[in-house]
């Protein structure tokens, strides 16, 4: 386990998210292969940043933007360890069954969602544990696989906008 710094909620006593890596676990390599598979799922959501320089040049890139129009950002408190196995895995095979070339069946790569969600175990003070809500923040698909969630649900709260 260690901890990524959160510089962005202060600079001085800065708070730690704690990370159990998934390195050497029996979900690596289906987490990196899922990963590979959902990028360009993410990568094609409405919502997806890549950095900060790719936020400034959509922002700098809007048209017809009215002179009364407020700009919103969010952040999720807990988004890995907050969402439910259920609602993930569907959004998830929602989008899988919107590709337009498909080649490893929308079915078996949710089972391997699945699978790496179910079986994330780790030790602490002496104990193992198993994760039974969320996902793993040291899992290399989680961050893929919370943006393709996002996306999902403010893609729905804006259609309810119109």
């Known amino acids: 386990?260690?901890?990524l710094p959160k510089i962005h909620k202060c600079l001085s006593s800065v708070p730690g998210r704690p990370v159990v890596s998934n390195c050497g676990t029996p979900t690596e390599k289906v987490s990196e292969y899922l990963d590979s598979q959902l990028k360009p799922l993410m990568q094609n959501g409405k919502s997806y940043i890549r950095?900060?320089?790719?936020?400034?040049?959509?922002?700098k890139n809007l048209k017809n933007v009215p002179d009364?129009?407020?700009?919103?950002?969010v952040d999720?408190?807990?988004l890995y360890l907050s969402k439910p196995h259920e609602s993930g895995l569907?959004?998830?095979k929602k989008r899988l069954e919107e590709r337009e070339k498909i080649s490893v069946?929308?079915?078996?790569?949710?089972?391997?969602a699945q699978?790496?969600?179910?079986?994330?175990?780790?030790?602490?003070?002496?104990?193992?544990?198993?994760?039974i809500s969320g996902t793993a923040i040291g899992t290399k698909f989680a961050p893929t696989y919370a943006c393709i969630f996002m996306d999902d649900l403010e893609t729905s709260f804006l259609e309810t906008q119109k």
């Open 1 to 3: 386990m260690y901890l």
């Open 51 to 59: 950095d900060s320089g790719d936020f400034f040049q959509k922002v």
């Open 68 to 73: 009364s129009a407020i700009l919103v950002t």
């Open 76 to 78: 999720v408190v807990g």
């Open 90 to 92: 569907e959004v998830l």
């Open 105 to 112: 069946p929308t079915q078996d790569l949710v089972q391997m």
């Open 115 to 131: 699978f790496v969600l179910e079986n994330n175990f780790f030790e602490f003070n002496g104990e193992v544990k198993q994760q």
